[in-house]
């Protein structure tokens, strides 16, 4: 495994749209380990989409440090949202900044997981921003698009 270069606000391929998957391979296999090695390096982030560490694939790794671990996530669509809320939001790509974003309170995504089979899951609270937030990525799309507040973060030194 290894820890991949996440990439910053301002590198070109953050605002591609990725590619579908079309086959779950060694490769595929190999990109969910690194990026879920990349994510637990970063020490405070809890998804990762794999246009942040440079490859243009709907790949997006979720561990919101909950206890549930890893959710690997191929080709994920979000297939239903409701309700509306107001978040603060952070970014391993924009590391020095956080936001207010406007995002639906639900959502429910399908998705394939790493052994090829059809999943779907139900989301609220952290999660259900979490996946929006990182296929959003998929999608070329930064927090900082949508933000209805952008702050500088303080410094916790």
Not at 42 to 47: A, E, L, V, Y
Not at 49 to 65: C, E, K, M, W, Y
Not at 98 to 116: H, L, M, N
């Amino acid at each position: 495994m290894s820890v991949l270069e996440i990439k910053k606000a301002g590198d070109p391929v953050l605002k591609k749209v990725s590619e579908p998957v079309k086959r779950i391979d060694k490769k595929v296999k190999r990109i969910l380990k690194d990026m879920a090695e990349t994510l637990y390096k970063s020490k405070n982030g809890i998804g990762l989409a794999a246009p942040q560490v440079g490859i243009l694939q709907r790949i997006v790794v979720i561990d919101l440090q909950d206890g549930n671990g890893l959710l690997e996530l191929i080709n994920p669509v979000i297939t239903k949202k409701k309700g509306s809320q107001i978040v603060g939001e952070g970014c391993l790509s924009v590391p020095n900044f956080e936001g207010d974003v406007e995002r639906a309170e639900y959502v429910e995504c399908e998705y394939t997981d790493s052994k090829g089979k059809p999943q779907f899951i139900t989301a609220d609270g952290l999660l259900a921003i979490c996946l929006q937030h990182e296929t959003d990525h998929l999608d070329g799309i930064l927090f900082t698009d949508k933000a209805v507040t952008i702050t500088l973060k303080v410094s916790e030194d």
